[in-house]
């Protein structure tokens, strides 16, 4: 992503372009699948690691990413497809490789609907599938 389209994606989320911003917004574009907060300050070594949390902290308020748990223990964080205030985070499901340990996009994937009982209020769902990613199989 050119630095323009990351200032552009930024100001439409309400977000002031900075270096660093720019720099974690281009990150987190350029990999086609959630990145954890320590691989993202292993490849971003100019910036502060707090200023990175910081950072993701400011994008996931403004609706620029959103947060997966895939069960690993760490949070991954990943642009959101959309980009309007309206639909926060993107519903699809994510495929985490038991193996190498990496989580990714499976966007072609149909979500399953689920229904929860009356009186319950359903905020967010997480959809991962887990087993061993196509690279780690073809190593074994």
Known sequence: MKQEECVRLLSEHGIKATSNRIVVVR???????????????TMIL????SGIFRT??????????????????????ELCHSHSDDEDDDLHVHFFCEQ?????????????EVCVPEGYIAVSASHIVK????ECAEKN
Do not use: M
């Open 27 to 41: 990150q987190l574009a350029l990999l086609p699948r959630p990145l954890t907060l320590s691989e993202l300050e």
């Open 46 to 49: 100019s910036i502060e690691k």
């Open 56 to 77: 993701l902290t400011l994008f996931r308020e403004h609706h620029l990413v959103h947060i997966i748990e895939d069960g690993s223990g760490s949070l991954r964080y």
């Open 100 to 112: 190498c340990r990496r989580t990714f996009c499976l966007d072609g994937v149909p979500v399953p």
């Open 131 to 134: 087993g061993i990613c196509p």
